[in-house]
């Protein structure tokens, strides 16, 4: 029972700012204090505010529909090789069709690195 005691009494490390605005180091100090939150170097930003939303109790909002950086990146990577295949193959249709594709995968993470998507 004495265990318990502790764990319920255990102070949680304070917040001075938005878990949003804080930069991956400072949310990944936070995180290291509390035991309940492992593998705090393999996790990138949304999924450390995610594990802290979880330990403060704090509600989480939906998420966007969309996609994530992760997949536009991808599909960025995908695009540019295809467009470097039909440059090769001298596909000048194929080839600017995917350059294209890469340019407005490209602006949309600008947009969501801003917050606008």
Known sequence: MEEKNTEETRELPK???KLEKMTIKELREIALQIPEISGVHGMNKEELISALKKVYGIKEEPKRVGESMRELKAKIRKFKAL???AKKNKEWKKYERYRRLASKFKKRTRKLAKGIA
């Open 15 to 17: 917040l001075e700012k």
């Open 83 to 85: 467009a470097e295949e």
